[in-house]
């Protein structure tokens, strides 16, 4: 069983930095993405950033220039580094894992990310 432990939420202020880390554990395929969502109150979860295990990236609109994701493929690990963070961006944040080569998805419990001004 892949279980996520997510890490680094807290409580910033506007302009300031945070950075999240995921741990996956457990047997997870050669061929995946892993991946930070966000979901605001009363609004849908959303993406946020992506990265296949050939790197490639993707990131929503609204964080492109100021979040940079990353992993460390032999700990199983993604990271989320957060800047210039704004209020909006105030949420909470959940790890995915999809597991092209097993045909899974996993998330993790979540993250809180509060960001005032």
């Known amino acids: 069983q892949v279980q996520l432990v997510e890490s680094g939420g807290g409580l910033v202020q506007a302009g300031g930095s945070l950075r999240l880390s995921c741990a996956a554990s457990?047997?997870?395929?050669?061929?995946?993405?892993m991946g930070w969502y966000r979901q605001a109150p009363g609004k849908q979860r959303e993406l946020v950033a992506s990265i296949t295990s050939g790197s490639s990236t993707n990131y929503a609109d609204s964080v492109k220039g100021r979040f940079t994701i990353s992993r460390d493929n032999a700990k199983n690990t993604v990271f989320l580094q957060m800047n210039s963070l704004k209020p909006e961006d105030t949420a909470v944040y959940y790890c995915n894992v999809v597991d092209s080569s097993w045909y899974q998805n996993y998330w993790g419990q979540g993250t809180q990310v509060t960001v005032s001004s």
């Open positions: 457990g047997r997870i395929g050669s061929r995946n993405t």
